[in-house]
């Protein structure tokens, strides 16, 4: 008695591989926000099918996690996305943005650590031009479109 079996191996999506300078820069911008303890810069290598790796083909960047759930993987039923940490997306993407397109002004401002409730109030003046190609495909979240951002008051 034997067994036969056929594999078939598909490359779907091309390597998902961050951009050193780029990364440099992202970790720079998450750590000015959040602090150094909240950003883990030393996560290792994943064998992960990503579609953003053909942003990352079009235009240097870095493909980051923003975890709002510890408890679960992303793409997990069980997942819970935390809507508050929407304003530390943005803000990284300000900052970031700042750094990359040279804003005239920036101020963001977190006023409580990552895993309490939080508050958020974000301020961008100014607009380049020059970076509207880049940022607008690797800050699709706020690129150079958002001027003024500020949630309500939470009760």
Not at 54 to 79: K, R, S, W
Not at 99 to 104: D, H, K, N, Q
Request: with cysteine; proline share 5%; aromatic share 10%.
């Amino acid at each position: 008695m034997g067994a036969q079996i056929e594999f078939n191996y598909r490359r779907l999506e091309p390597l998902t591989f961050n951009h050193t300078d780029d990364t440099n820069n992202d970790i720079i911008a998450a750590r000015s926000l959040v602090g150094d303890a909240s950003v883990d810069d030393g996560i290792k290598p994943l064998m992960v099918s990503e579609d953003f790796a053909y942003m990352l083909l079009a235009e240097p960047g870095t493909f980051i996690f923003l975890v709002t759930d510890p408890t679960a993987e992303f793409h997990n039923p069980e997942y819970d996305f935390d809507d508050g940490a929407l304003p530390y997306r943005i803000g990284y993407s300000v900052i970031l943005s700042k750094r990359l397109c040279r804003f005239e002004f920036v101020e963001a401002s977190v006023s409580k650590p990552i895993g309490d409730a939080r508050s958020c109030d974000l301020r961008l003046i100014g607009r380049s031009v020059a970076c509207a190609r880049s940022a607008g495909l690797r800050f699709w979240t706020i690129a150079c479109l958002v001027c003024c951002l500020k949630p309500k008051a939470q009760a």
